[in-house]
């Protein structure tokens, strides 16, 4: 018998499937734990003048399956109507089938704005219309969005440069959803370009009032904003790379490629990979300082149009999924942290899926009993956020680890209506389990495996990124 298109039980192919996700995983309110929101429109509880603004503004996923589907640039990024980027919209949604899009534009409009209408050309305008006028009200400002996912705690990706003046914004608000900064300083070692590494030395100095003439001074502006973000409640790190770095140096070796760089010199490949191979230990060493969690978002492929990055800027969906080399730096890098007992806890995000057993095995090296999980293979990333992506990943870290101590998933998202992903993954990890019961594979212990669901999509994030020093404990 055929299902009805995203009835309750989606994705959900066995009653003990069905059981674990209604019971168990549903009710779990989220800790994003990783996301890209902007903290000014949390602080201002900004509402959306129509359904395109919260939608489609930066939204690079959705350019890309318009272009693909023959949509010019001016209804993706250019200066069209918002109406009339939405129809556009609208029209290449019936051609996503099979693709993620299809799946989370539909629970989007079903979970936020009750409409269970597919959309297409001819609904776009009803739709449209009546997302827009919900949106006019105050139960949508991005403050009650939040709430009504049932969302807990959102980490931010915030520069070392940035004020924070946001984050306090909402702090002193006292709004009862936690907002925090995560520390990124990738371009504190974008040392490629010496005109924009030391124009960001500049505003470096501004933001920690710390004079920069060497690079212990840069150090200390930095630690000094590491600090900082630490007084904000903030507990992570990341980074986003295209491969670890984990060349020798020498402090000598490394103060001089500073001093080359401030001078105004382009430094060789070798002198880059050696200044970002200390930056990394540097930045890792304050992180295991203050019991933070780093995480590495490895091997995406950016920017690879060069007349449309001239033309649009990064981030509007010229990206790719690279096939970088990745093991032998990581396990160098990972060492010599662990070497000195200086290993924060990390969580390693793979864009290519080809290294998803590489991943699963590697956390296992340096998982030294310390912590639950202390290295952790990270959800499906970006491209891999999708129903095989994330199968892939569960199982890779199923048969290589322990996915009971799996921290579970982000949204990695711009926008306040990507809160269905938690709800994709829920669905997907409790239809694993399902048919593993119903298998015979796994034993039929509802409380035990009940617990271990809501560990994975609650739980372990909690305990893990010290948002609670209360776990739940498993009935075993």
Same mark, same amino acid.
């Given at each position: 018998?055929?299902?009805?298109?995203?009835?309750?039980?989606?994705?959900?192919?066995?009653?003990?499937?069905?059981?674990?996700?209604?019971?168990?995983?549903?009710?779990?309110?989220?800790?994003?734990?990783?996301?890209?929101?902007?903290?000014?429109?949390?602080?201002? /509880?900004?509402?959306?003048?129509?359904?395109?603004?919260?939608?489609?503004? @930066?939204?690079?996923?959705?350019?890309?399956?318009?272009?693909?589907?023959?949509?010019?640039?001016?209804?993706?990024? %250019?200066?069209?109507?918002?109406?009339?980027?939405?129809?556009?919209?609208?029209?290449?949604?019936?051609?996503?089938?099979?693709?993620?899009?299809?799946?989370?534009?539909?629970?989007?409009?079903?979970?936020?704005?009750?409409?269970?209408?597919?959309?297409? %050309?001819?609904?776009?305008?009803?739709?449209?219309?009546?997302?827009?006028?919900?949106?006019?009200?105050?139960?949508?400002?991005?403050?009650?969005?939040?709430?009504?996912? =049932?969302?807990?705690?959102?980490?931010?990706? /915030?520069?070392?440069?940035?004020?924070?003046?946001?984050?306090?914004?909402?702090?002193?608000?006292?709004?009862?959803?936690?907002?925090?900064?995560?520390?990124?300083?990738?371009?504190?070692?974008?040392?490629?370009?010496? /005109?924009?590494?030391?124009?960001? #030395?500049?505003?470096?100095?501004?933001?920690?009032? #710390?004079?920069?003439?060497?690079?212990?001074?840069?150090?200390?502006?930095?630690?000094?904003?590491?600090?900082?973000?630490?007084?904000?409640?903030?507990?992570?790190?990341?980074?986003?790379?295209?491969?670890?770095?984990?060349?020798?140096?020498?402090?000598?070796?490394?103060?001089?490629?500073?001093?080359?760089?401030?001078?105004?010199?382009?430094?060789? %490949?070798?002198?880059?990979?050696?200044?970002?191979?200390?930056?990394?230990?540097?930045?890792?060493?304050?992180?295991?300082?203050?019991?933070?969690?780093?995480?590495?978002?490895?091997?995406?492929?950016? =920017?690879?149009?060069?007349?449309?990055?001239?033309?649009? %800027?990064?981030?509007?969906?010229?990206?790719?999924?690279?096939?970088?080399?990745?093991?032998?730096?990581?396990?160098?890098?990972?060492?010599?942290?662990?070497?000195?007992?200086?290993?924060?806890?990390?969580?390693?995000?793979?864009?290519?899926?080809?290294?998803?057993?590489?991943?699963?095995?590697?956390? @296992?090296?340096?998982?030294? @009993?310390?912590?639950?999980?202390? #290295?952790?293979?990270?959800?499906?990333?970006?491209?891999?956020?999708?129903?095989?992506?994330?199968?892939?990943?569960?199982?890779?870290?199923?048969?290589?680890?322990?996915?009971?101590?799996?921290? @579970?998933?982000?949204?990695?998202?711009?926008?306040?209506?990507?809160?269905?992903?938690?709800?994709?993954?829920?669905?997907?990890?409790?239809?694993?389990?399902?048919?593993?019961?119903? =298998?015979?594979?796994?034993?039929?212990?509802?409380?035990?495996?009940?617990?271990?669901?809501?560990?994975?999509?609650?739980?372990?994030?909690?305990?893990?990124?010290?948002?609670?020093?209360?776990?739940?404990?498993?009935? #075993?």
């Amino acid at each position: 018998m055929k299902k009805p298109f995203l009835n309750d039980d989606f994705l959900l192919q066995t009653e003990t499937a069905q059981q674990l996700y209604h019971e168990f995983a549903k009710p779990m309110p989220i800790i994003d734990y990783h996301c890209h929101l902007p903290p000014d429109q949390i602080a201002d /509880d900004k509402t959306f003048e129509n359904l395109t603004q919260i939608w489609l503004y @930066g939204d690079h996923y959705k350019w890309r399956a318009m272009r693909t589907n023959g949509v010019d640039e001016s209804y993706c990024t %250019g200066k069209q109507s918002d109406f009339a980027k939405f129809q556009k919209w609208a029209e290449t949604v019936p051609y996503t089938v099979r693709n993620p899009l299809y799946h989370w534009t539909h629970l989007e409009l079903q979970r936020y704005f009750g409409i269970a209408e597919t959309l297409n %050309g001819k609904s776009a305008r009803r739709i449209y219309e009546a997302c827009t006028e919900q949106l006019q009200t105050s139960d949508f400002s991005v403050r009650n969005l939040l709430r009504r996912m =049932n969302v807990e705690t959102v980490c931010t990706t /915030d520069d070392p440069v940035d004020s924070l003046e946001h984050h306090q914004r909402i702090a002193d608000s006292g709004f009862e959803i936690s907002v925090l900064p995560t520390f990124r300083p990738d371009k504190a070692m974008a040392v490629e370009d010496p /005109d924009a590494f030391n124009q960001y #030395v500049a505003r470096l100095e501004a933001a920690s009032n #710390v004079a920069i003439t060497s690079f212990d001074d840069f150090l200390t502006a930095l630690r000094q904003r590491h600090d900082y973000f630490a007084s904000m409640g903030c507990k992570l790190s990341d980074h986003g790379l295209e491969q670890i770095y984990a060349e020798p140096y020498s402090e000598a070796d490394v103060r001089a490629i500073f001093d080359k760089i401030r001078s105004g010199h382009a430094l060789t %490949g070798s002198g880059i990979l050696t200044f970002k191979s200390a930056m990394l230990v540097y930045l890792a060493e304050m992180d295991w300082e203050k019991g933070w969690t780093q995480q590495f978002h490895l091997g995406a492929l950016r =920017n690879n149009n060069s007349r449309m990055l001239r033309q649009l %800027g990064p981030d509007t969906g010229w990206d790719s999924i690279g096939d970088f080399s990745q093991a032998r730096a990581l396990a160098r890098f990972l060492d010599r942290l662990d070497s000195t007992d200086k290993l924060a806890k990390t969580v390693l995000y793979n864009l290519n899926p080809a290294d998803n057993e590489l991943m699963a095995t590697m956390i @296992g090296n340096f998982n030294d @009993g310390s912590v639950a999980g202390k #290295v952790q293979f990270g959800s499906g990333w970006w491209f891999l956020d999708q129903k095989n992506g994330m199968e892939r990943q569960i199982n890779a870290l199923s048969n290589m680890g322990l996915l009971s101590r799996f921290v @579970g998933m982000l949204t990695d998202s711009r926008s306040f209506l990507s809160y269905p992903r938690h709800e994709y993954f829920r669905r997907i990890l409790s239809n694993l389990f399902g048919n593993d019961i119903e =298998n015979g594979e796994l034993p039929d212990d509802m409380d035990w495996m009940g617990q271990v669901v809501q560990n994975i999509c609650y739980g372990n994030a909690k305990t893990y990124f010290g948002f609670s020093s209360k776990p739940l404990e498993l009935a #075993v």
